[in-house]
């Protein structure tokens, strides 16, 4: 049975840093697409940023420059630093896997992903 746990949500100022991790567990950690997610309340799914087993990574463009996606496959964990926050990243953060790599065109697509997490909520709020 696969697990994914994200952490590191919480509540911060707008300008404020946050750095959310996703802990897998329950199946090989090789070829793969790794994503985060947001919802926000009346909003749809978003696919927030992605990285495949090679490292390579993609982004939504409301968050270039300020988030990193990353990971660490010798601990299957999964991180997004999240730098210069602002009011509208406010939203409940999931993780996502699949278990063969990242296209292009579908990365942001919630229904790519086989594998999720409960999720981690983020507040910016001044």
Not at 17 to 30: K, P
Not at 75 to 102: F, I, V, W
Not at 108 to 116: M, Q, V
Request: proline share 2%; net charge positive; glycine share 12%.
């Amino acid at each position: 049975q696969v697990h994914l746990v994200e952490s590191g949500g919480g509540s911060v100022q707008p300008g404020g840093s946050l750095r959310l991790s996703c802990v897998g567990s329950g199946y090989r950690y090789t070829a793969h697409c790794m994503a985060w997610f947001r919802k926000a309340p009346g909003k749809e799914r978003e696919g927030v940023a992605s990285i495949d087993s090679d490292g390579r990574t993609t982004y939504v463009d409301t968050v270039k420059g300020r988030f990193t996606i990353s990971q660490d496959n010798a601990k299957s964990t999964l991180h997004l630093q999240m730098n210069s926050l602002k009011p509208e990243d406010t939203a409940m953060y999931y993780c996502a896997a699949r278990d063969s790599g990242c296209n292009v065109f579908l990365w942001g697509r919630a229904y790519y992903y086989k594998y999720w997490g409960q999720g981690t909520q983020v507040t910016v709020s001044s």
